[in-house]
């Protein structure tokens, strides 16, 4: 744990430097076409604590697109709103498949894997059009509420790329309605899933709004209930056995957190009881996680003593 906040803030420094050129192992999105503009060697981390630390390095307060890594947020929302019935349409088991294979949601009857995967990620946002008024509307505020910060917003310019390079999350949606699993028209649960990944958020905003993860459900900047400590445990446990995709046996052998990546090249690795770190660096491995973002955390973990099964 961090024992003296100057060293510590030297450390980062030191850490992000050390890793900095290690973006050129990787590749940055492009099925997503507004994804492939953001320049390789951008790059920040940011480790917010829940006693109300902040240290940052590189780029931690540009934004960028949060892609899955909304799928955390979303999987609030619809625990909060369906409680123990959302169990019945998604199931809560590592995939050991690409973050949007198709494969496995046919044989399992259109009940997808786990929340954090695509077709979960799809079936969550059918969850939010079906259940609030203003589904959008409703992410973008709980979105802000959490990160504190009400300029925080969806980027347009990546909703249309995502929107029209759609077609296998359609696809997804589709295959799950044949089974009587989705209830909203498709386009509409589409526009609220793109809308979602289409967030647009630095380091420093996404360690701060995560920060009821770290802390049993509750936001320590605000004092309020996020979720239930239970549901908070749920989601932890999740992200430990699904939020790294097809790598997040390698990660939790490696670094020991439940984490999230997104294509945007964030990843998010939650520290029960202690706070958030965040990284950001476009470019990917082959599982779809920023090669620089996972170092940076794996660095920042072991620096720290931070994983769960010590
Ligand atoms: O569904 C998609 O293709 C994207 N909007 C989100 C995918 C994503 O970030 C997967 N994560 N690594």
Known sequence: MIKNNANFQVKLQEIFDSQHDLYKQGNVADYIPALAEVPANKMGVCVATIDGKVFGAGSCTTPFSIQSISKIFGLVMAMNRKGESLWQRVNMEPSGQPFNSIIQLEWEKGIPRNPVINAGAVL???????????????????????ASDDSIHIDKHVYKSELSHGSRNAALGYLMKSFGNIEAEIPDVLSQYFTQCSV???CNQLASSLLFLANKGIDPKSNEVICSPRDSHRVNAILSTSGMYDQSGEFAFSVGLPAK?????????????????????????????SVVGVNLVEAIAEELGLSIYH
């Open 261 to 289: 990546s997104g294509v945007g090249g964030g990843v998010i690795a939650i520290v029960p009881g202690y706070g958030v770190i965040c990284s950001w660096s476009p470019p990917l491995n082959r599982f779809g996680n």
């Open 124 to 146: 969550i946002a059918d969850v939010l059009t079906s259940n609030f008024s203003a589904s959008k509307l409703a992410f973008l505020s709980f979105m802000r509420k959490l």
């Open 200 to 202: 647009a958020m630095s």
